[in-house]
């Protein structure tokens, strides 16, 4: 199960850290990511961490703003996101991949919204 939080209601240049809660034995070996969702959008991939944190990606419009990290001793993943723009307002969700890439599993989703 994955479980997220941290999200609210922050003002334009602000920050926030979304927190992700795993459980089972297999997270330390699990490539993890960050997705998200804004009214009326699809939903759109935000971050991407591999099992061992060493290798990230962040999508194009957040780059220098966010960053994604993990503690596998404490099953969590993070994102911390700096500079937030009205725009990153939406629901995010934390999810985590198969082997073979697919996104199979999904917390409930945290609300961030950016206030101008």
């Known amino acids: 199960q994955l479980q997220a939080s941290g999200g609210g209601l922050v003002q334009a240049g602000g920050s926030l850290r979304l927190s992700c809660a795993a459980s089972g034995r297999t997270f330390s070996s699990t490539t993890m990511g960050w997705f998200r969702q804004a009214p009326g959008k699809e939903r759109e991939l935000v971050g991407v961490?591999?099992?061992?944190?060493?290798?990230?990606y962040l999508k194009d419009s957040v780059k220098g703003r966010f960053t994604i990290s993990r503690d596998n001793a404490e099953n969590m993943v993070y994102l911390q996101m700096n500079s937030l723009k009205p725009e990153d307002t939406a629901v995010y969700y934390c999810?985590?991949?198969?082997?073979?890439?697919?996104?199979?599993?999904w917390g409930q989703g945290t609300q961030v919204t950016v206030s101008s």
């Open positions: 999810a985590a991949a198969t082997s073979s890439g697919a996104w199979s599993q």
């Open positions: 961490i591999n099992w061992g944190g060493d290798n990230t």
